[in-house]
């Protein structure tokens, strides 16, 4: 949990970058590299995604990644097995994302245990109601675990309230409604939410769901603690899949837009094109 709040205090000059990959896609070994490049690119925190069969929170472009990983064999345990691998190489954060029925598949307290062992150091399960988490948090805690909690645009300022009181490692602040994906505009209120979340913890708060570009992460980072790319990435896997592209260009792809994105993410004080509406 420590490498968490230390990866949003690294940089004075920029907020933290999160970029999201699945493990497996298109191979367990593939997305190792992957991983490995975004965090050579400068990644703050890594969301290590578990594919599921019913994503509910994710859009088609993660969908597909997830429907990539499945049919190349991925099994659940793997994603314990890439944050293991790549523990020893990084002192980034590391967060894994999945969903409640593959951990209650799993087993609550396995997984936890062992997603302390691999090292991991936060949770994320978009599905989980906060009015059902807090026996989740409590395995969560017990391993140094950070469970982090998501605020939507639809939620109350009491409910908003309840959610960051209790909230470890960071806040996820989901940018629009529907599931991940790419968005041409970002929505004017999100400035307003992130400063209600703010109001009711001292833990970061970090933006997700729908950045896109590197316009849109550095106005972003002009309100909020870390910027969350997760579909624009994982688009890019999948465009070199379909081309037939081999690693060094796949690599290339992903380093490259990571690279883009931390660049916007420095740029402070520089004009942006306007992407809220």
Known sequence: M???ERAFRRHADRAAFIPFLNTGDPSFDRSLELFRAVLRAGADILEIGAPYS???????V????????????FRLPQVFEAASALRPETDAGLVLFTYVNPVVQYGLERFFSDARTAGADGV?????PFEESDPVRAVADQNGIALIPLVAPTSGEDRIAEIC???RGFVYCVSSLGVTGERARMSARLQALVQTARRYT?????VGFGVSRPEQAHEIAGFADGVIVGSAIVRRVGEAVAAGRGDEELLESVSG??????EALHRTGAAATPTLQ
């Open 202 to 206: 001292e833990v970061p708060v970090a």
């Open 124 to 128: 994320i399960i978009p599905d989980l």
């Open 165 to 167: 009181r209790q909230a």
């Open 2 to 4: 420590e490498r968490i």
């Open 257 to 262: 837009f990571a690279g883009a994105l931390i």
């Open 62 to 73: 993660i969908q597909a990644s997830a429907l990539r990983s499945l049919q190349a064999g």
């Open 54 to 60: 019913d994503p509910l929170a994710d859009g088609p």
